[in-house]
């Protein structure tokens, strides 16, 4: 006889005690602060498909939702890391750093989380910085996005009113 004990702290749905999809979530543009462009799109797109995924909140494109998702992207640095032997000046690796803060609020507007969160990345570019920084957005957006989804997930959020 063989006992499996490698799940025994998995916890498969939510894990702040909600039924899957029971709450909804709208999740908001954020607002641009950084002198970098795209970078709303990808955090949205990262988040809107990181909270789909998990499975938690039911995703609330028009109408009203129990929780509004808000924010603002307040930092893009770019860092050189490494640099190309026997030129101190060309930058072979840059570390990207994306930060924000996310708000969430409820339906009538009282604010339950308002949070620092960071995505980063380390990118080679090569001969061509502006390829790099388009492929390490991505994933220093979705970094970012798990993290906020965490958050989100697992707040202590007061229970939805029942539905008449």
Known sequence: MSVLTGCVGYTAGPTNGSAAGSRTVKINYFKNKTLEPRLVVAVNRALKRNLQHD??????????????????????????????????????????????????????????????????????VGNDLTAGQRQAVPLIADQLARQATSLIVDGDWPEAPAAP
Do not use: C
């Not at 409820?106 to 980063?120: A, C, F, P, W, Y």
């Open 55 to 124: 499975g938690t909140f039911e995703l609330e494109t028009r109408g009203n939702a129990d929780l509004i998702v808000t924010g603002e992207l307040t930092g893009f640095h770019r860092g050189g890391v490494s640099y190309t032997p026997g030129d101190t000046l060309s930058v072979r690796d840059y570390s990207m750093q994306l930060t924000a803060t996310i708000r969430v609020t409820d339906s009538e507007g009282k604010v339950l989380l308002n949070q620092e969160v960071t995505g980063s990345s380390t990118v080679r």
